[in-house]
C-alpha cells in the first residue's frame, strides 16, 4: 500500500513558475513508477509526466516537453513537478500517481494509488 500527498499548488501570473511535490509513503515507494497527471473542471484527467522508480526514465505529454520537468528523490520519498512559463490553459488540478510496473503510462486506469491532488492557477 502506498499512499501520496501533493503540495505546492498555488496562484501564479502567467510566465511564472512552480514546483510541485509528490510525497509517498508506505512500503517501497522507491520501486514504484509515478505520474503527475493534471484535470481542468469538466475536462478528462491528462498525463502530464512519469518518471521511473529509479529516476533513469522520464516520459512527458508532447505538448508540455521543455516546460515542465519531473525528478525524483528517492531517499525522500518525493517527487517533484518544476512547471515553468505557465500558461492559463495550465489552470487545472495537479495529481500524482504510483504504479509497480515500467514503461510509459499515459492513463489513468494503469495506476494503482492517487493523491487527493493540488491545485494550480495561472491568471493571466
Known amino acids: 500500500q502506498v499512499q501520496l500527498a501533493e503540495s505546492g499548488g498555488g496562484l501564479v501570473q502567467a510566465g511564472g513558475s512552480l514546483r510541485l511535490s509528490c510525497e509517498g509513503s508506505?512500503?517501497?515507494?522507491?520501486?514504484?513508477?509515478v505520474a503527475w497527471f493534471r484535470q481542468a473542471p469538466g475536462k478528462d484527467r491528462d498525463i502530464v509526466a512519469h518518471?521511473?522508480?529509479?529516476?533513469?526514465?522520464?516520459y512527458y505529454a508532447d505538448a508540455l516537453k521543455g516546460r515542465f520537468t519531473i525528478s525524483r528523490d528517492n531517499g525522500k520519498n518525493q517527487v517533484y513537478l518544476q512547471m515553468s512559463s505557465l500558461k492559463p490553459e495550465d489552470t487545472a488540478v495537479y495529481l500524482c500517481?504510483?504504479?509497480?510496473?515500467?514503461?510509459?503510462?499515459?492513463?489513468?486506469?494503469?495506476?494503482?494509488?492517487w493523491g487527493q491532488g493540488t491545485q494550480v492557477t495561472v491568471s493571466s
Open positions: 518518471i521511473s522508480w529509479n529516476g533513469a526514465n522520464t
Open positions: 508506505g512500503r517501497n515507494f522507491g520501486s514504484y513508477g
Open positions: 500517481a504510483a504504479r509497480y510496473g515500467t514503461g510509459w503510462a499515459p492513463q489513468p486506469y494503469e495506476y494503482d494509488y
